[in-house]
């Protein structure tokens, strides 16, 4: 069992930083604390697991400058969802050829915004994105997002997006009879796949369709593995090495020319953030322990919803023995209710505060203001003190 992240060395920072920060100003609202260092350490290990692949950054995981300007310093090329998120990338000096545009869904002006930035990749997933790409990106290289069995994730993802095997043959009908370029293919096992093998099956799954294209006069040479890596919530994860050394006797057969690419986003920058927030009120109604916090699904901890349940230290500190509760934010919208039953201190009271690891990914860009509740303050851990950001 790996140990709460609370008492790892690597967490010191980002702990020391939240205590001091704490300690020189008065609580005033939810804090995200965020440590670039442990996203270098991320990155650095999924290179060593994965030597054979390139690293493209889900832009969309964490969006912050700070984890940006940290991933460009170690060579990181980028996967964007937006235009936006375009921009972040090129206001930083990122090469808009070491981008993808992995969003199978994009607006005609999205398209033609990314390519008149340079943007040369694109990824598909029907007839429909493939002639809308080639009409407003005409020289441009599409790769086609493919169906995979996501049963292994704790989170699939394939019911959105994918083209079936079956119908690939249509679309490649389609791309010669319009001259485009399909130069790959792209898949996406499900978030916090736990089980390397689905990576195993998911490349079984795509590499007829690589053979087809070449039958049929393509020229394909990229190989888009997506994500899913996992990080340490409730439920164990392996680490990056063991998955690293499931994946690498598969990779090591592919041939010299097949690019292949993987695009980490809640591994990369999940485990940087530690998000801190106050207990407002501790009711009991019905037989049953309510815990407001004054921060909810408007403020950053959407995914606790989604059962993403975080690391949790009570006051900086070892949580002590905890049972179940009902686990709701401040705003007035009844369906702000994070969790049903969530593990909470037994000895939880009004002005404790609940310190929730492992919260670098979809919070801070996930935030609203409704209800006129503040945006949490953003800290960002400096090895020599700590730097507000926001």
């Known amino acids: ?26 609580y005033t609202g939810p804090l995200w604390l965020l440590d670039p260092a442990l996203v270098r350490q991320q990155y650095l290990a999924l290179q060593q697991a994965l030597p054979r692949a390139r690293i493209h950054y889900a832009v969309k995981a964490n969006p912050h400058p700070a984890i940006l300007h ?20 090129l206001e930083l000096g990122v090469d808009a050829a070491r981008i993808l545009y992995s969003n199978p869904i994009k607006a005609r002006r999205a398209i033609r915004y990314a390519y008149q930035h340079g943007v040369r990749w694109f ?4 007839v429909e994105e493939t002639l809308k790409i080639a009409a407003e990106a005409p020289d441009a290289t599409q790769y086609l997002r493919l169906e995979v069995d996501n049963n292994s994730s704790d989170y699939p993802l394939g019911t959105k997006f994918g083209l079936a095997i079956a119908e690939v043959p249509a679309l490649l009908a389609q791309a010669q009879l319009h001259g485009v370029d399909i130069g790959g293919v792209h898949f996406h096992v499900g ?9 195993l099956r998911a490349i079984d799954t795509v590499w007829p369709v690589m053979t087809l294209l070449r039958e049929q006069g ?3 040479r990229l190989l888009n593995l997506g994500g899913g890596f996992p990080i340490t919530y409730d439920k164990q994860a392996p680490d990056i090495a063991s998955i690293g050394a499931a994946l690498m ?13 993987v695009e980490p986003g809640r591994y990369m920058s999940g485990p940087a953030g530690l998000f801190i927030c106050e207990v407002i009120n501790v ?16 403020s950053g901890l959407y995914e606790l919803m989604d059962g993403f349940h975080y690391p949790l230290e009570l006051n900086g500190g070892a949580a002590g023995p905890s049972g179940q509760a009902i686990l709701a934010g401040p705003t007035c919208d009844s369906c702000d209710v994070l969790s049903e039953a969530m593990p909470l201190p037994d000895t939880l009271q009004e002005g404790d505060l609940l310190w929730f690891y492992h919260s670098g990914v979809y919070t801070q860009n996930l935030v609203t203001t409704f209800n006129g509740m503040p945006a949490p303050r953003v800290v960002v851990c400096q090895p020599g003190g700590a730097t507000a950001a926001s």
Do not use: N
């Open 191 to 199: 978030s916090q796949c736990r089980d390397p093998a689905a990576w």
């Open 283 to 298: 009711q009991h109604k019905h037989g049953k322990r309510w815990v407001y916090a004054d921060a909810g699904m408007f």
């Open 70 to 89: 940290t991933l460009l310093a170690l060579g990181s090329d980028f996967e964007i969802a937006s235009e936006q998120e375009l921009d972040s990338l």
């Open 218 to 220: 393509f020229r394909p």
């Open 249 to 261: 006797p598969r990779l090591a057969q592919l041939p010299a020319d097949c690019e292949v690419v």
């Open 123 to 126: 990824a598909s997933d029907s």
């Open 1 to 26: 069992m790996t140990a709460h992240p609370g008492s790892q060395a690597a967490y010191q920072l980002l702990k020391h930083t939240a205590r001091q920060t704490l300690a020189s100003t008065p």
